[in-house]
């Protein structure tokens, strides 16, 4: 898989050649470059930005450096004669980041990623680039960044972690918060016994199924309390009795595989 991202601040995506990232790229499972986008400007003062029309409050980067660099890289691409490689402009305007998307984008070939700064980039440059690249706004949630830089190495480290190989034990990948749509269940490691907090006794047991039964009623309670918005799309027809008691507990009832909140909860 390759990763191209253009960036006025190339220095902000050193942490991509450490830890994980950085020894998938050594390993070759993954390839990255980061691209300054004033290398490809044609002016004395490598000037990237300039005045809104219409108005408002800051600057709007051009369209021509970025057209120049889009199309470098296009022009570089792995992917097979006849398809395009994905272009994820992060904004706080796109869809959002989750891990659905993060699996989806592990898929391709080829991602490149267009780190907008001050108020976005001239909206032509993405209606423009849509010939020869997939165009996909996307935000990491409802705030606001000053540019795209920390929510790329957000989504790098997301996706490059899904790569085969990537991972040391791709049995992390299955057991972790969101996998199954709930958050993951609370860790413990030695002593058993620390500062007058003890680990939970069924931890303690060798009973397998006791343990996944009480993880998995630890995820709900958890999730129920801090994210009831994903235990309202959660699919629960494949639930056990038990966890449909928890989930009963917690205030929900089961009506057509989904949990629906109870009226007298
Ligand atoms: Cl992807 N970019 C910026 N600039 N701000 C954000 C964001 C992205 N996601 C949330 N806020």
């Not at 706004?137 to 972690?161: Q, T």
């Not at 996998?179 to 680990?199: A, C, F, N």
């Amino acid at each position: 898989m390759r990763f191209d991202v253009v960036s006025i601040f190339p220095e902000y995506l050193a942490p991509l050649d450490l830890s994980l990232i950085g020894k998938a790229r050594t390993e070759g499972l993954l390839e990255l470059a980061v691209h300054d986008l004033r290398s490809y400007t044609q002016d004395r003062h490598r000037t990237v930005d300039d005045t809104p029309y219409g108005g408002g409050a800051g600057m709007v980067m051009k369209p021509e450096p970025w057209a120049q660099s889009l199309t470098d890289i296009a022009a570089a691409s792995p992917v097979a004669e006849g398809s395009r490689p994905t272009l994820i402009v992060p904004s706080p305007a796109g869809e959002v980041f989750n891990q659905s998307l993060a699996y989806e984008l592990a898929e391709e070939e080829h991602l490149v990623f267009a780190c907008g700064r001050y108020e976005g980039i001239d909206e032509r440059v993405l209606e423009w680039a849509a010939d020869s690249y997939i165009v996909r706004p996307v935000s990491l949630g409802d705030y606001v960044l000053n540019g795209g830089e920390v929510a790329v190495l957000a989504m790098v480290e997301a996706i490059g972690r899904l790569i085969p190989g990537v991972v040391g034990n791709p049995e992390s990948l299955i057991e972790e918060s969101h996998s199954d749509g709930l958050l993951e269940y609370p860790v413990y490691t030695k002593p058993s016994s620390w500062r007058e907090r003890d680990v939970p006794d069924v931890l303690l047991s060798g009973n397998h199924g006791k343990i996944a039964k009480f993880r998995k009623e630890l995820q709900l309670r958890r999730t129920a309390q801090r994210r009831p918005d994903l235990i309202d799309i959660l699919d629960v027809s494949n639930f056990s009795k038990t966890e449909k008691n928890v989930l009963w507990e917690l205030g929900y009832a089961v009506v057509n595989g989904r949990a629906v909140r109870r009226e007298d909860s």
